[in-house]
């Protein structure tokens, strides 16, 4: 996917200003894909350049914002895009790195990093929860527009994401918490030839 479809996508379900675009990728678009302001005002120009959008006749908007709507160029390439072969992309996340190299180094403070992704990934799943009370509160049903149903589940797509990383996260700190248990608890060579004994991670 690239930013040019996700703009094209957003424009026709509503021509907009760059700064109403912008918005709207801050709220939702950009949970999935997300851009900077200048990165969008750059792919507005080029979708310009090349007549797949126009700025919309008539007066500026207010504050003399210009607002774009798409042409049928726009939508025909978005269209075709849109049945394109692509492959799913494998995950490219550095926590997960970094848990692959905590067990060859040690843990070395990884856990605050789950603990802090964890908080993360819970706000995340609490703004997806107010986006679909807010715009699905019907929870998706038969009688929903077919464009509608297809955002929800968009939307759902992220909310179940969320939730599998809260829970794989709790999981692997309990595997965590299990490793320290199981080092605190495990037998001591008795450096005078007795029996082993059991170190109990306290001190003398």
């Known amino acids: 996917m690239s930013l040019q479809h996700a703009i094209i996508t957003a424009l ?75 492959d799913p992309k494998p995950i490219r996340d550095a926590l997960v790195l970094r848990l692959r190299a905590a067990a060859v180094v040690g843990l070395n403070g990884v856990d605050e990093q789950l603990r802090r992704h964890r908080l993360l990934h819970r706000q995340r799943l609490s703004e997806y929860l107010d986006i679909e009370q807010s715009d699905f509160p019907d929870g998706g049903e038969e009688g929903a527009a077919s464009g509608d149903r297809l955002r929800h589940l968009v939307l759902r797509a992220g909310i179940k994401l969320e939730s599998f990383w809260l829970e794989w996260i709790d999981e692997t700190l309990a595997e965590l918490d299990r490793e320290r248990s199981r080092s605190t608890t495990s037998p001591v060579r008795d450096p005078s030839g007795g029996e082993p004994e059991v170190s109990r991670g306290e001190d003398p």
């Open 12 to 86: 026709l379900e509503k021509p907009s200003s760059g700064l109403e675009l912008t918005r709207r990728f801050d709220r939702s678009i950009g949970y999935f894909w997300p851009a900077t302001h200048q990165q969008i005002y750059r792919e507005l120009a080029r979708l310009e350049r090349a007549g797949w959008i126009r700025t919309l006749p008539g007066e500026p908007g207010r504050g003399g914002r210009k607002e774009y709507e798409v042409l049928p160029e726009g939508r025909a390439a978005l269209a075709e895009w849109v049945g394109t072969e692509a």
